[in-house]
Nanobody, 127 residues
């Protein structure tokens, strides 16, 4: 049984910050230190897109160009939790944000690479 649970969304003004949290629990893959975990987002009328990814095995971080320098992905293995710190938020960042665990081998920002999805948390940025 897998559980991926996001929290931390909300409404902020442009330029503000939010930190999203994702607690990961996968019975067949219990060790967060051997996972790839990614954040995706989906705005109304748009396709779901990859935002950031952390590969726990080698520490490699990946970011979408649109969030580089503003968002930071990190993890606390002792809490089975992955974070997305979002700074300098823009109205274009408004979306439902999803946390997901990934299969190894696929592209990190490709939804078919996802093993388990969370339910999502809404982020709304006003101008």
């Amino acid at each position: 049984q897998s559980q991926v649970a996001e929290s931390g969304g909300g409404s902020v003004q442009a330029g503000g910050s939010l930190r999203l949290s994702c607690v990961v629990s996968e019975a067949m893959f219990p060790d967060l230190s051997s996972k790839r975990v990614a954040w995706f987002r989906q705005a109304p009328g748009k396709e779901r897109e990859g935002v950031a990814c952390i590969n726990s095995a080698d520490g490699l971080l990946r970011y979408a160009d649109s969030v580089k320098g503003r968002f930071t992905i990190s993890q606390d293995s002792s809490k089975n939790t992955v974070y997305l710190q979002m700074n300098s938020l823009k109205p274009d960042d408004t979306a439902m944000y999803y946390c997901a665990t990934l299969w190894f081998g696929g592209e990190w920002n490709d939804p078919p690479s996802v093993r388990s999805w969370g339910q999502g948390t809404q982020v709304t940025v006003s101008s």
